[in-house]
Structure formats: C-alpha cells, structure tokens
C-alpha cells in the first residue's frame, strides 16, 4: 500500500486536510531551508521528480526537531479517518500488507474495528520480531519505511535507503522471501519506490516466474514503460481512468465482493 490508499483519509478537525504526497512533504521541509542558495537547487531538483536528491539536501539543511513537527502536523494532528480503500482492505483480510507509508491511519483503524481478525501487530523494517510474527496467526502491517511514531528513523533520503539495508539486512532477507514466496498487489503506488524496485527486481532474477505480481495504476503509462515494468519486476498492470478516483474505489470495492464471495463458496 502507498500514499494513494491514504488519500482518500479525510479529518473532522482540519476539513481541507489530507495525508501528504512525498513531492508535498518536501515541498512543505523546503519552507524551512536555513539555506536559501539551496533553494533553487532543490526546486530543481522537485520538478525533475529526483526526490531522493531533494530530500537528502532538504534533510541535511533542516533540523531534526522542525522535521518532526512538520511530521507530526501533517500526519498526526488532523486524527485522520481511514480511506476507502483501507477499509475495503480490512475486510479482504489479507495476513500481511506491507506500507511504505509514514501515517498510522491503517494500523489505528485496524485495531479498533470489530472486523479485525485474531489481532493486528505492526512492524518496522529495524524490528527484531518479524519472523516471529510471521509464524503467528496474528495479521501484520509492516511498516518498510518507518512510522511517524518513531520520526527519527523514518527513511527520505538515498543515504537512508543504505543505511536502512545495511543496518537492517535481516529485514530485507524476509522481505525477499516474501516477495518471492507470494503474489503481491500493489495499491495507491508507483512502483518508483528503490527499496521495493531492488527487492521485485533480486527475486525476479533468482527465480522467474509466470505468475505476476499486479498494480493497480492510472491509465497514463507508455507501452514501453508497462513492458519494462513487466520485465524488470513482473508485474502486470490493471489500469483506471486518470484522476477518476471514483473508479478507483469502486473497482476495488468490487474486489472485495469477489473475494468475499471466493471465500464464501471455497473456502471452510
């Protein structure tokens, strides 16, 4: 799940609010440049959508503390409601949703409804207790970026990335098998992601497979660029119309009533 599932979250305190894109979360760091040289370079560098090289200036100019804030201010203050999709998400019930997601809007939601099976445990990529989890009956969201509850250990910057898989290689370990032992669908995402790019691409060398992984993404993406994605990563692409967000949700509650009704016939 990536930013597009939070989307659609909307809050009873701030009416205008909604979750952040990345592209909007730096944007709203950049404000807060001690630099102003380094203005140019990072709007530069924004509009190219090189978010990784705007990030590692922005964070390297930026204090930790008003990083936080904004973190907090974006993500935490406005109490958001679940989307759409997160709910339609619960109810097919898979055991495991990976996020490379800093909002806690799905885990919240999660935990407190009635629909929640055998319990929900969130995991970050620098837990020690994944594969633990794993074994167990409990649901997991793992949380491959970190989570606005740990602000400090959020990953932005390419530097990060190293770090985070470098401190961190059992988690990629188990996200590998992961990735390779599943069929992954991937919602409200990009694919522009490196951690998840370098993870799809790994597994889809060590063992090729004629089943695919599925996106469902909007309908402006070149031949080309569908054919490279198929290729590199396997996955095949079920599209909606641009901007048509409606669709979106309701294409996807439509899997829901499928999935409910496989079960419902198949499944003891």
């Given at each position: ?8 979250s909307t809050s009873d305190?701030?009416e ?6 990345w592209?909007?979360?730096l944007?709203l ?7 102003k ?9 924004l509009?190219?959508?090189k ?7 922005l964070?390297?100019?930026v204090s930790?503390?008003?990083i ?6 974006k993500?935490?203050?406005p109490?958001?409601?679940?989307s759409?999709?997160?709910k ?5 019930d898979?055991?495991i949703?990976i996020?490379?997601?800093?909002d806690d809007?799905?885990e919240?939601f999660?935990?407190?409804?009635a629909?929640a099976?055998?319990g929900?445990?969130?995991?970050t ?6 594969a633990?989890t ?6 997991m969201?793992i949380?491959?970026?970190g989570?606005?509850k ?7 910057t ?12 059992n988690?990629?370990r ?5 990735f ?6 991937f919602i ?8 998840i790019q370098?993870?799809?691409e790994n ?6 497979s004629?089943?695919p ?8 993406i070149?031949k080309?660029?569908?054919?490279a ?13 641009q901007?048509?967000y409606e669709?979106l949700?309701r ?5 829901l ?5 496989y079960?419902e016939?198949?499944?003891?």
């Amino acid at each position: 799940m990536g930013s597009g599932a939070s989307a659609g979250s909307t809050s009873d305190l701030e009416e205008s609010a909604k979750p952040p894109t990345w592209l909007e979360l730096l944007t709203l760091i950049k404000n807060h440049l001690s630099k102003k040289e380094d203005l140019p370079i990072v709007n530069d560098l924004l509009s190219k959508d090189k978010y990784l090289d705007a990030a590692e200036i922005l964070l390297k100019e930026v204090s930790q503390p008003d990083i936080d804030r904004i973190l907090r201010e974006k993500l935490v203050t406005p109490h958001f409601k679940p989307s759409r999709i997160h709910k339609a998400v619960l109810q097919i019930d898979p055991k495991i949703v990976i996020t490379t997601n800093y909002d806690d809007i799905y885990e919240i939601f999660c935990n407190s409804s009635a629909d929640a099976h055998d319990g929900y445990r969130t995991c970050t990529y620098y837990d020690t207790n994944i594969a633990a989890t794993l074994k167990s009956p409990v649901r997991m969201i793992i949380k491959a970026h970190g989570c606005i509850k740990q602000p400090d250990k959020i990953v932005l910057t390419r530097s990060q990335y190293f770090k985070a898989r470098k401190e961190n290689s059992n988690f990629y370990r188990i996200l590998d098998a992961l990735f390779l032992t599943n069929t992954l669908f991937f919602i409200g995402y990009n694919l522009s992601d490196p951690d998840i790019q370098l993870v799809l691409e790994n597994v889809n060398i060590v063992a090729e497979s004629n089943y695919p992984h599925y996106a469902y993404m909007p309908t402006n993406i070149h031949k080309a660029i569908k054919n490279a994605i198929k290729t590199a990563y396997n996955i095949d692409i079920i599209e909606y119309s641009q901007g048509d967000y409606e669709e979106l949700y309701r294409n996807f509650e439509l899997l829901l009533e499928q999935v409910l009704a496989y079960r419902e016939t198949y499944c003891i």
